[in-house]
């Protein structure tokens, strides 16, 4: 069983499009995060939430916007697409923040042309 | 504010080599340590933990300590394999805050 999972696995779009990234965990965990993994392997968060409600919002243009419909899953949209839009974005949950073992899903590779 | 600060790489070594990973991080209050590895082409997972001093985190073979008089979380393996190669993460965390990544050091190991 996937624990964290994500869809699509790769999305090639081009510049001014809008794009959708789902992400489902089956875990019965409370809190999840979107992720942007830049070509150095950088690790930057852009978003928390914690049962639906937004806790974390990292300085994050404001054509990303997560959605949670329930604790279960968080999907990110992303408006305008830009060439620096271009990265791996992962999904993770925890019980919890900080102290917590975070799962990690598999990552959707976003490629803007 | 919290941070973490890794040794750049990348970090190649031979297979059945010593493996030491620098890691540091400035914190408030008493963090847990992480070290969280990626697999290429894979998310991250967690490698070990460790929520107090002196505690040592242990897995596949992997060793940190949490060094409160040092700020440090080194990780260590007596005998890496070609298997190993990946990114390695150190990361912090405070309860109800959330985690600190460092940028990562990439390790290869060669046969």
């Known amino acids: 069983d996937t624990a964290v999972s994500q869809t699509p696995k790769y999305l090639v779009t081009q510049m001014g499009n809008d794009k959708s990234i789902k992400c489902e965990q089956n875990l019965g965990h409370d809190t999840m995060y979107w992720y942007k993994q830049d070509s150095k392997k950088f690790l930057k968060i852009m978003f928390s939430y914690n049962n639906k409600e937004l806790i974390i919002n990292e300085t994050v243009p404001n054509r990303f916007s997560p959605k949670s419909p329930d604790k279960a899953h968080l999907n990110l949209h992303i408006n305008s697409l830009e060439l620096g839009d271009s990265a791996v974005y992962f999904c993770?949950?925890?019980?919890?923040?900080?102290?917590?073992?975070?799962?990690f899903g598999p990552g959707t590779r976003l490629t803007v042309t | 504010g919290n941070s973490v600060t890794q040794m750049e790489g990348p970090v190649t070594l031979s297979e059945e080599a010593f493996l030491t990973i620098n890691c540091t991080y400035t914190a408030t209050g008493y963090p847990s340590l992480f070290w969280y590895v990626q697999y290429p082409g894979e998310g991250l997972q967690l490698l070990l933990k460790a929520t107090k001093a002196d505690d040592k985190g242990s897995n596949k073979g992997f060793e940190a300590t949490y060094r409160k008089e040092t700020t440090s979380f080194h990780l260590e393996k007596g005998s890496v394999q070609v298997s190993d190669s990946a990114v390695y993460f150190c990361a912090l965390g405070n309860r109800d805050d959330k985690i600190i990544f460092g940028k990562g050091t990439r390790l290869h190991i060669l046969p």
């Open positions: 993770a949950s925890s019980h919890g923040q900080g102290v917590h073992e975070q799962y």
